[in-house]
């Protein structure tokens, strides 16, 4: 009996359609009529009674009735609403669960029509406005259904998702959704600004916020994505326009809060709006993060509105309340009378969407064409400009961590920072004066520091060693030693390398080219038993990373250069002798074998292999040296353990595979370098390596006990250096003239 019912409304429903132009008194009481029975009658579930309404001509019907009723409502006022309310939901229930009807009321127009509706509602919504539109409560149930509609007729159904995508309907439901319940707006409400004070305002509110939840799952269902079938990126349906009514909402989780009305005092009559502000936060957040990841236009428009808010965000400065959220952010006091679990549960998820912004915050720091934004150099009590000055104010503000317990501002600022400062010019201005940020990264480098706030501490200070100019001012504050202080290269942090490739990466570029030494002696002298560069050694001893084990010796490498670089002359008494001790302290059996796994497992990487032929030559000319470089040289290679897949070098191609475990001997390697004419294999390399096997054999160089071992050297490699001396086959003048000092050398 319901499907002849149903059969019978949908042909009277076509019937009132044709007496439309006939304009008769209560037509359109009869067509709410009509479409609310209708409508009724769907809400049962009965598959075949919806394909056969499908097959009629209802989904014509329903659209051109939606259209007469949407301009009639104009001159009519609101005798078409009820009717409007009604096939709205005859068009929702048609749909639901059948990509048949779904189909055909998308060939006849209808979401199309639906859309415009939509958009009609969303005209007087002005920007990011804080204050409830007003609206009746029929008007709030028709809005509430159209987007129910919506949400019914895209739900797995592509054809329908990217017509509205084309449409533009998630940035029309966005700005209704948004202006109709603003995020915690019902803690402002005042029942006086009712223009109907006959309405029931709990109603209304209720409306209002079911609205909004709908809103947000038909934004999600057209944006799709990772639920659709897990590869299909989601659909591009915001830019920076949307920017200012998401960031605007989170506006209601800043302090101060204020005291909720009279109507929504108690727990119980709130329950639902504290949800749905809960919920729409969550949805915020990850929108936020996700346009700031895949979205080049978002990152740009958000570094650009820090200066221009009007001209960008419609008067939101939308960045600038970005990091107002992430620093006084908050949650609710009202949430303190949810049950433990539930306010465990929202603080977590609160703390999560924080996350999530503080990574959206980074990716705009990090978009390269955001560095003349972000960096301003026009006020000079703010330097590096208003973004800078905020992040270096984080890190001054919150580097007491047991104090303020503010990782994530920590963590923001110093990856934001390690992001802008990848040009020398902005680097050198972080770190001198008036910013000096070193001493107050510095302070960051405790045992106990949470590993998230050591990578981005860690990571800037990679950023700022890089400049030649910043090397002293580091220095000065200690960060060698706090480095080492901190554990980052004990066993411990073993889990986390990037952090500790990263500090690696540091004590690099601080020894490199240390013509004043200040660094070198921070990382070699500090008590000798546990000196920074022992704990590197260590590290690389035990790792099995590519990138651990070859950037760590190179750390070796640029301290042996600046040690042996620097003239003695230049330096005073106290750092004459220091120098001294350093290099004893490299004139080790630890420190020459590093050097000797250096060249021994970088067949692939000929930099390396010179770096550590380089490092031997240098340490073959001090006392006692050349007879530990040469035992290095000819002592078995300890196995290593090396995993195919790490990190890039930086001395490398990214593009070359890791190197897998070498040869026998570190001479072994310096021999298939002279004997291998492979054109990747600088002549400078061969050149070094015939200087270091030339200097060995030189008289008084290596212990006259170990003439026996000198010998084999010679032997295993003369015949390879007298053919290069020869110039045998294609040649370099310097490889020839490097192989005939070496033989002289022997010869003496």
């Known amino acids: 009996m319901a499907g002849n019912s149903a059969l019978e409304s949908a042909s009277k429903l076509g019937d009132l359609l044709a007496q439309l132009p006939l304009n008769q008194a209560n037509q359109w009481s009869d067509i709410e009529r009509t479409a609310q029975s209708l409508a009724n009658d769907l809400r049962s579930k009965n598959v075949e009674q919806q394909t056969a309404l499908g097959q009629t001509l209802l989904p014509q019907t329903l659209t051109s009735l939606l259209k007469s009723a949407t301009s009639d409502v104009q001159s009519s006022g609101s005798t078409c609403k009820p009717a409007i309310f009604e096939l709205l939901r005859v068009a929702a229930n048609l749909c639901m669960d059948h990509d048949d009807n779904r189909g055909v009321l998308l060939d006849a127009g209808f979401p199309q029509t639906v859309v415009g509706l939509l958009e009609s509602y969303a005209e007087p919504v002005k920007p990011a406005q804080q204050e409830p539109l007003p609206i009746s409560i029929p008007d709030l149930k028709i809005v509430k259904t159209a987007i129910g509609f919506l949400l019914n007729a895209s739900v797995g159904y592509d054809a329908v998702k990217d017509r509205l995508v084309s449409l533009e309907a998630a940035m029309t439901i966005l700005k209704l959704s948004s202006a109709i319940y603003p995020v915690g707006a019902w803690q402002r409400y005042d029942p006086a600004s009712e223009e109907d004070s006959a309405e029931d305002p709990a109603e209304k509110w209720s409306l209002r916020s079911t609205l909004a939840s709908w809103s947000w799952r038909a934004i999600e269902e057209i944006r799709g994505g990772d639920e659709d079938d897990g590869q299909r990126p989601p659909r591009a349906v915001f830019g920076p326009d949307a920017l200012p009514l998401l960031i605007s909402q989170l506006r209601a989780f800043v302090p101060p809060y204020p005291e909720p009305p009279s109507i929504f005092s108690t727990p119980s009559a709130r329950r639902s709006l504290v949800q749905t502000d809960y919920d729409i936060y969550e949805q ?20 650009r509105g820090l200066t221009f808010p009007d001209g960008e965000h419609g008067g939101v400065a939308c960045l600038s309340e970005l990091l107002t959220f992430v620093e006084k952010g908050d949650y609710p006091p009202y949430w303190s009378s949810e049950s433990a679990g539930e306010r465990a549960a929202k603080e977590k998820g609160f703390d999560l969407g924080k996350g999530a912004l503080v990574k959206a915050i980074v990716e705009v720091a990090g978009e390269e064409k955001n560095t003349d934004t972000l960096w301003d150099d026009s006020e000079a009590e703010k330097p590096g400009g208003e973004f800078v000055n905020r992040m270096v104010e984080w890190i001054r503000t919150h580097k007491s961590l047991k104090e303020t317990n503010r990782d994530d501002l920590i963590i923001c600022a110093t990856l934001s920072l390690g992001n802008i400062c990848r040009r020398d010019a902005h680097s050198t201005a972080i770190v001198g004066p008036p910013i000096s940020l070193g001493p107050d990264l510095a302070a960051l480098l405790e045992p106990d520091t949470d590993i998230k706030v050591k990578h981005g501490v860690i990571g ?37 390398e990037i952090v500790q490739v990263a500090a690696i990466g540091v004590a690099k570029h601080m020894c490199n080219g240390d013509s004043k030494l200040d660094n070198t002696f921070s990382l070699v002298l500090p008590p000798e038993d546990d000196s920074p560069l022992r704990q590197i050694l260590e590290l690389v001893k035990r790792s099995d990373s590519i990138a651990v084990k070859s950037e760590g010796t190179r750390v070796l490498v640029n301290a042996v250069k600046s040690l042996w670089s620097t003239d003695p002359k230049s330096l005073d008494e106290e750092k004459v002798k220091k120098r001294e001790a350093a290099m004893k302290a490299v004139v080790t059996e630890p420190c020459v074998s590093a050097l000797a796994r250096l060249i021994g497992r970088s067949k692939r990487y000929p930099t390396l292999i010179n770096e550590g032929v380089v490092a031997l030559s240098l340490i073959s000319t001090h006392p006692n040296g050349g007879t ?31 190197p897998v475990t070498g040869p026998r001997r570190a001479l072994d390697m310096l021999i298939t370098v002279l004997r291998d004419n492979n054109p990747n294999v600088p002549a400078e390399v061969r050149s070094n390596v015939c200087a270091l096997l030339g200097h060995l054999g030189r008289k008084g160089v290596v212990a006259e006990s170990r003439g026996v071992d000198l010998q084999r050297m010679e032997d295993s490699t003369r015949e390879l250096i007298e053919g290069l001396a020869r110039a045998e086959g294609p040649s370099n003048p310097k490889v020839v003239a490097a192989a005939k000092r070496a033989l002289e050398a022997w010869q003496q």
Do not use: Y
Request: aromatic residues 2%.
């Open 460 to 496: 800037l200070l990679k950023h700022l060693a890089q400049s030649q100019g910043n090397r002293a001012a580091l220095g000065q504050a200690g960060i060698i030693q706090k480095l080492a202080a901190s554990q980052i290269w004990g066993e411990k942090a073993d889990m986390v």
């Open 284 to 303: 915020i957040c990850g929108l936020i993060e996700s346009l700031c990841l895949d979205v080049e236009d978002v990152r740009l428009s958000l570094a």
């Open 628 to 658: 530990l470089v040469l035992d290095s040289l000819l002592n078995p290679l300890p196995a290593e353990n090396i995993r195919t897949t790490s990190q890039p070098l930086s001395a490398v191609s990214a593009t070359e595979a890791s």
